[in-house]
């Protein structure tokens, strides 16, 4: 062989080793990016997921439904059904028996005042 002739071999060589060193490469990029592809779709499945009914079950019961509780509690279908419904704990201090349900139920004796109102009316009579 000729000088001429090792140099374009050894170049051929180098050159063909060089390719097949860079489509290593970029079957190694290639298979890197599946491998990531893998991991995500493991990420997903192990990840936390929502369940749709629990959540609306515990919304539903969190809720307060305070006039509902109140008709199933305080007033059944054969009582008054003109009785109007309060959804405020206090009833009003309109009547002489809502003065004497809340003195019956202070832990202490003192009696409760009569309001201004009954006063001028006891005045007039």
Do not use: C
Not at 54 to 73: G, N
């Amino acid at each position: 062989m000729t000088p001429l002739d090792k140099a374009k071999l050894d170049l051929t060589g180098a050159y063909t080793i060089n390719s097949l060193f860079w489509m290593y490469l970029n079957e190694l990029d290639r298979i890197r990016s599946y491998m990531n592809r893998v991991k995500d779709i493991q990420d997903k499945a192990k990840a936390p997921k929502l369940d749709k009914g629990a959540a609306k079950r515990f919304v539903k019961s969190s809720l307060w439904e305070a006039a509902k509780k109140q008709i199933e509690e305080h007033v059944t279908p054969k009582e008054n059904k003109d009785k109007p419904i309060v959804i405020d704990e206090e009833e009003p201090e309109t009547s002489g028996l809502s003065r004497k349900r809340k003195r019956d139920s202070k832990t202490d004796d003192t009696p409760v005042k009569p309001s201004k109102k009954k006063k001028k009316k006891k005045e007039k009579k």
